[in-house]
């Protein structure tokens, strides 16, 4: 790739979040304007501070992070994944407290300006509940059009979905905000969705794990005691696994080099009424000739490549 990925990327940080969060500060071709936080893995507050910490990991304490929403539109916030992302939602791995503080400004407002100082350039890459986005193209509609484009961490169109007390066939993110998710797809903007179809089949292997604590540096081996908490939920989830799915960074990595999946074109929309599926994706697959589209679906990915560059970040070479 050539040109530089200019990216917002939106966090609920969460041990994936903050694998994203060291795949896109890493990644020579992506340039990271902003990090904007909200619920999901855990608190917006608590996904804040973790963001911060993260950033002083790996020392990019200057790209500024900025709160968003703590819950989602119709809603209120519920904490149900401390058992997947630990109590402190990096694994119950204490950080030093974060010396940096988030802006003044609110994610939306943020995502807004950058976005109209910048028309065509930004890529939005929401890795969490996406009501932030949702909130920010209500208030400007405008921006729909002048992003360049949303690649979001969300959606399934065949794979099974995740665990928990919901709907099967849903992702935990659309899960969080099927409504937020309904409005970005409508929008009318360029979205690519990078869901669990393609997430659940890069995996983070304990091998590889081990692999980069012997030769990642401090912050890549940080990294991987943050993930071990992770992976012993995998463990209970998805027995016989041996590792943990590479979510987050797969949509940052997407977002910056879309041939690393199989695109499909699909007019998607969010179940939000039904009483077994609110928050699946429904993809009507027979409109997938132009114009009846709203969205590209990864449903393929290149996993060998995403495997081999996502370890050549983490060891740092
Ligand atoms: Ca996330």
């Given at each position: 790739?050539?040109?530089?990925?200019?990216?917002?990327?939106?966090?609920?940080?969460?041990?994936?979040d903050a694998m994203a969060i060291f795949y896109a500060v890493r990644r020579p071709g992506i340039q990271l304007e902003a990090l904007t936080t909200t619920f999901g893995n855990t608190d917006t507050v608590i996904a804040t501070e973790n963001t911060l910490k993260i950033l002083e990991l790996l020392g990019r304490p200057e790209i500024p992070v900025a709160q968003g929403v703590g819950r989602s539109l119709i809603r209120?916030?519920?904490?149900?994944?401390?058992?997947?992302?630990?109590?402190?939602?990096?694994?119950d791995v204490e950080?030093?407290?974060?010396?940096?503080?988030?802006?003044?400004?609110?994610a939306i407002d943020l995502m807004i300006r950058v976005i109209k100082e910048n028309p065509g350039e930004i890529?939005?890459?929401?890795?969490?509940?996406?009501?932030?986005?949702?909130?920010?193209?209500?208030?400007?509609?405008?921006?729909?059009?002048?992003?360049?484009?949303?690649?979001?961490?969300?959606?399934?169109?065949?794979?099974?979905?995740?665990?928990?007390?919901?709907?099967?066939m849903v992702d935990a993110n659309f899960a969080n905000d099927p409504e937020a998710a309904h409005i970005v797809l409508q929008a009318g903007a360029n979205v690519t969705l990078v869901g669990m179809d393609v997430t659940m089949t890069t995996l983070l292997s304990t091998d590889m794990m081990d692999e980069i604590s012997r030769e990642g540096d401090h912050a890549a081996q940080t990294l991987m005691k943050i993930t071990s908490f992770y992976v012993d939920a995998y463990k209970t989830m998805?027995?016989?696994?041996q590792g943990c799915g590479l979510h987050d960074p797969l949509a940052v990595a997407v977002a910056e080099d879309p041939s690393l999946v199989g695109l499909e074109r699909m007019y998607v929309d969010i179940e939000l009424n039904g009483e077994l599926t609110r928050g699946s994706t429904?993809?009507?697959?027979?409109?997938?000739?132009?114009?009846?589209?709203?969205?590209?679906?990864?449903?393929?990915?290149?996993?060998?490549?995403?495997?081999?560059?996502?370890?050549?970040?983490?060891?740092?070479?």
């Open positions: 790739m050539t040109e530089t990925c200019r990216m917002i990327l939106d966090v609920d940080t969460g041990v994936d209120p916030y519920k904490r149900m994944a401390d058992h997947i992302h630990g109590s402190n939602a990096l694994g950080l030093p407290a974060p010396k940096i503080k988030a802006t003044d400004e609110h890529t939005l890459c929401p890795v969490g509940p996406i009501t932030n986005v949702a909130l920010a193209i209500t208030k400007a509609p405008e921006i729909a059009k002048l992003v360049k484009e949303i690649v979001v961490m969300g959606s399934t169109i065949l794979h099974p979905g995740i665990h928990g007390p919901i709907a099967p998805y027995p016989g696994i429904v993809a009507d697959r027979r409109r997938t000739a132009i114009p009846f589209h709203n969205a590209n679906v990864a449903m393929t990915v290149d996993r060998p490549r995403f495997e081999a560059e996502f370890m050549a970040l983490m060891k740092g070479h």
